[in-house]
């Protein structure tokens, strides 16, 4: 066995084990996805309008604040709005920017078709009519007659046997990584040179969707959405609703900054 066919058969192995990995990394975020979903659709409903309407009144007192100097005290950040003892990380991310991040801009990005692209190798079709009518096709494309010089044919004659011999083994692998290449390809590589570099273009795209899914799976898990999912477990454990104390505490902050916002616009 030579190089080429040896690196064929490494590549073709660990392109199964990728495969594998990747299959139960997208069943891994699919189930999160799914765990998560009906959270973030009451986190939706409860708090994120409120979220934007204190976003929408914090903006407007800044400004009136900004003409006068000291600027008051408004009571705790948002960062401290239920637990006033935590202190946020270095990598704190608001809650609302986690939520835009996790939902929001994956299904802008598949709408706009800018999403990462389907990693699998493409379904064979190896039956003896396809692979007899792909076969016709590289010979149509290959054929030594169509040579336009000696040196030509000869090369063309190499990679027709080749051919040959590929369809003679039905090896319609072989024979697709060919017709894949564009219509100016080397006639001087060997057929299997054709199928390694279809091969490592595979490889290479299962790794990008694997990292890909891997930094989804990891922001699904360390995300702010799922601490406050694990915190809502927690207290529905003592009979409270996290969220709708939430959506209270934002309701009375809200009131505070409108009575604060009337005393901006008397003065």
């Not at 994956?106 to 079709?125: E, N, S, T």
């Not at 060997?190 to 299962?206: E, I, K, S």
């Not at 890909?212 to 003592?238: C, H, P, T, V, Y």
């Amino acid at each position: 066995m030579g190089y080429l066919d040896s690196e064929i058969q490494r590549l073709r192995a660990e392109i199964d084990q990728r495969e594998g990995e990747l299959a139960g990394l997208e069943a891994e975020v699919l189930d999160i996805q799914r765990e998560m979903q009906s959270f973030t659709d009451r986190y939706n409903r409860l708090v994120q309008p409120l979220a934007t309407r204190l976003e929408i009144i914090r903006s407007a007192i800044a400004e009136l604040e900004a003409q006068q100097s000291p600027p008051p005290q408004l009571g705790p950040p948002p960062a401290q709005l239920l637990e006033q003892t935590w202190t946020p990380p270095p990598d704190y991310v608001p809650v609302e920017e986690q939520y835009r991040r996790m939902w929001e801009i994956p299904k802008q990005r598949a709408a706009a078709g800018l999403d990462v692209p389907a990693a699998h190798r493409p379904a064979v079709d190896d039956s003896p009519a396809a692979v007899k009518t792909l076969y016709r096709q590289l010979a149509r494309r290959y054929h030594p007659d169509l040579a336009v010089d000696p040196q030509e044919r000869a090369r063309r004659n190499r990679l027709m046997a080749e051919i040959n011999d590929a369809y003679s083994r039905q090896d319609v692998e072989a024979l697709q990584a060919l017709a894949a290449q564009s219509e100016g390809a080397d006639l001087d590589q060997p057929l299997a040179a054709f199928q390694l570099q279809q091969l490592r273009q595979v490889y290479n795209q299962l790794e990008q969707r694997i990292q890909w899914l891997k930094r989804q799976r990891s922001d699904l898990l360390n995300g702010e959405l799922m601490w406050l999912k694990i915190q809502q477990a927690f207290a529905a454990r003592q009979g409270r609703d996290l969220l709708r104390e939430m959506a209270d505490q934002m309701e009375q902050e809200y009131r505070d900054c409108m009575r604060r916002l009337d005393e901006l616009r008397r003065l």
